[in-house]
């Protein structure tokens, strides 16, 4: 299927793609063992009922409702192989991508953007996702060679250099300040700005340089936190909320893949509730902030955050409160069509 094709990895002809000597030994085995099982124990939470305790085709309870394509086998060695450490990775940790063949996002070949494969870019930390693929080799019978701890340790390094560069760039300004505060006093004149402007610049870039590491460091150890998400205004004229609510319909399915973990009119997965009556039972503006950040609500929840603009979350709401099946469809049978 062409249209299938745009937003699905290719594996290359399945060649052995430069078949990477065992350079080093990584880490040391109680190290890697305790990665595996903390690994473990959040594949079973997150990904499990798609993709099965194993890694296999049809064992985790919602494939069966899932929509094409179908979870991957993650125990099928000869295709997982070919994907290196950091492609599993940044398939875990990605932004969502509208997949929509007319007005989506732009999609690299090898790019791999299925919708119904959530993101945990915004759940996990980043420890905790190469945990996760520590634990995916493991299910097709490999090890993650990709060295987390040196990873770690070039973060902890950048940090401190950061640190070291902005007191630095402190002292030099205040050396500066001072400097100009006594030409002023000696000369009897107001002091001038203008002749530490160079050191209060380099301090600033400094600042800003310090609290990009300190990002970094605090995102690969925690998981993300974002502010609580504001009321959102959905007062809109009655062409923008018909446009907006069309808009809707199709990130669902063709960006977001809600359709992966809830049905409606009996078509989707079963992780989450079903959405059919959403429109009698659920406030959109609750619904607004629930997927904007579930986390907030509920931190253990198994649906994602999906990173979800305050555009598409708005579009998405309004669409959900479009859907209003009397009582009894959600329960009918699917009509033979
Ligand atoms: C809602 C169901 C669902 C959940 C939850 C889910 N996946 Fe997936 N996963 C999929 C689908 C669908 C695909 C795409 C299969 C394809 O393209 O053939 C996929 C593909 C993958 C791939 C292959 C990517 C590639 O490059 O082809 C990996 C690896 C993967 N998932 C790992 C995970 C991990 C790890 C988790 C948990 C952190 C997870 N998945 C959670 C549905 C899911
Ligand atoms: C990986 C599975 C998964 C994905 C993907 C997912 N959800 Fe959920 N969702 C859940 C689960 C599970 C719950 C139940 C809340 C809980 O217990 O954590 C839920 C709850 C909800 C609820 C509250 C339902 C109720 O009746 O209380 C809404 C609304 C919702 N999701 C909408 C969405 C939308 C919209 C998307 C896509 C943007 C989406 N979900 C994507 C799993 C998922």
Known sequence: MIAQARWRRMVVGGAVLGVVAASSIVGCALFQSEQVSKGRELYNHYCSHCHGENGRQNEGYNWA?????????????????TFKD??????????????????GDKIGDDEFAVPTMPTFKYTLSEEEIWSIVAYVRTLHGMKLTYNVEERKKEIKDALQAAQAKYDEAKAAYEAAEKKANEEAEQKGKEVDDD?????????????????????VDERFAKRPKFPQVARPDLAMKPDAAEKSTELGKRLYTNKYGCNACHAVNQEGGKVGPALDRAGFRLNPSWVYRWIKYPQAMKPESRMPNLGI???????????????RAPREAQVADKPAS
Request: zero cysteines; charged letters at 30%; hydrophobic letters at 35%.
């Open 86 to 103: 950091e492609e599993i990775f940044n398939t875990i940790s990605r932004d969502m991508k509208d997949t929509s063949p007319e007005g």
């Open 309 to 323: 603009s305050d555009q598409d979350a708005k579009a998405i709401s309004l669409y959900l409160s479009t859907l």
């Open 195 to 215: 002749a530490y402007a160079k050191e209060a610049a380099a301090l600033a870039a400094a600042k800003k340089a310090l609290d990009e590491a300190k990002n």
């Open 65 to 81: 409702s899932m929509p094409d394509p179908k979870p991957k086998d993650l125990s099928n060695k000869s295709e997982m192989s």
